[in-house]
Structures are given as structure tokens and as C-alpha cells.
């Protein structure tokens, strides 16, 4: 199971000292980092998507599409944020999958980061995204 760091910080700021021990046994499992499969795998269950709508809507070749999903190969962190927006995630879930993914995390103060952030605010999709990025000049992803 997956918790989002809110709530974890909800639960813990309500919880009483002798309370600590209900919290470890309860969220114990947290404590261990997740991989990237399983955090897409949350993904398409919160979302109720397929792996293909997925593949399809961050236009990847299916079968590399496919090898992040199980984890046969390491994506780069362009193609991780190109597979977010195949989603429809919030800025604190592309965060979330670039960490799990071990790459950087969108920076605001670098231009096109900055350009992603509205996006992904926005909900823009893969299409969107790259228009807007060659529209200013800055590298789109590759289709």
C-alpha cells in the first residue's frame, strides 16, 4: 500500500507518544522504499487505467513502454516525465515518479522545468506539452 506523505504527516502530528507503536505496526511497511513498478502500478489502479492507454497516451514504442512498467529497463528522466503525462497526475505524483524513477525533480528555476510545471498543473497532454515547449524555444520530447 501506498500512503501519500499529506496523510502520513496528518496521522503522525494526531497521534499520541504512546500511539508510536500502533503508527510503526500499522504503516511499518512505509519505512521500505517502493520501486517504480509498483508505484505505476498504484497509478493505474488509482486511475483505473490500462498499461496500453498509458503507452499509447505517452506515445512510447509499446514494447519499451511496457519494460518500464515491469522494470526490464531504466528510463531517463525525460521519458519518465514523458510517461507521466500519459497519466492524469498532479505535480506531487510526477514528483513522486521521478524520485522512484532516481532522477531529478522539476525545478522551477530551469526554464523548461518551469514550462512543465504549468503543464502538468494544467493538465496538458503529450501533444500540448511539446507545443508549448517548441513554442518557447525549448527542446520537446521525443515522439
Known sequence: MIYL???????????????????????????????????????LE?????????????QFNVPFGYDIFSGAKRASRD?????????????????????????????PKVKRDAFLIFAIGRQYGLDQVNELLFENGLKPFET
Open 79 to 107: 521519458k519518465l516525465l514523458k510517461l507521466s503525462f500519459g497519466f492524469p497526475l498532479n505535480l506531487k505524483e510526477v514528483e513522486r515518479l521521478l524520485y522512484y524513477g532516481g532522477v531529478s525533480a522539476l525545478y
Open 46 to 58: 488509482k486511475y483505473d487505467m490500462k498499461k496500453s492507454e498509458v503507452i499509447n497516451r505517452s
Open 5 to 43: 506523505t499529506e496523510e502520513l504527516y496528518n496521522v503522525l502530528l494526531q497521534t499520541e507518544k504512546e500511539g508510536m507503536d500502533e503508527f510503526s505496526e500499522r504503516y511499518g511497511q512505509i519505512f521500505e522504499e517502493c520501486s517504480l513498478p509498483e508505484y505505476l502500478e498504484y497509478l
